[in-house]
């Protein structure tokens, strides 16, 4: 029975504190005991052979033990709500990091190259209204420049 006390619905120990040695001569640690038996109630273990000795002489009282069972009921499911959320977090990283893979190879790429090639079809165009304008202007100046002479001459 007193080993049981280390093995069941253990919620955490208290490692600071040390108890006693065992009769392996390895300090025993202050743990404390969520059995159903003994809800509450500290005890110090040995690593090697489990429960050593009661801290806690008295065993809780009836009101205690049951506020005290209670209490643990309420931490275990939180636990087990706690496990669940992040086990649910843990997939929608996934499923975001997926995400971000499959939009990173291909689909963008592709959409900067369509872009590309249309700023690069326009640079193009640009390019030749320039062209078409200097010549224009060119063939305005010579005319000007024509016309300067033909008056001069005149
Ligand atoms: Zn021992």
Redesign the pocket.
Known sequence: MAYSETSSASIGSIPSSEGPP???S?RTVMTVSWTDENPGRRFYK?E??GFFLWHDKEKSCPWQKKSLLEAREKILSQREEIKALSAALRQANGQITALEVSRSSGSINDTLKRIEDHVSAHINETQRMVRKVVVCSGGGLALAAALMVYYLKK
């Open positions: 065992c009769h392996c390895q040995c090697e052979h």
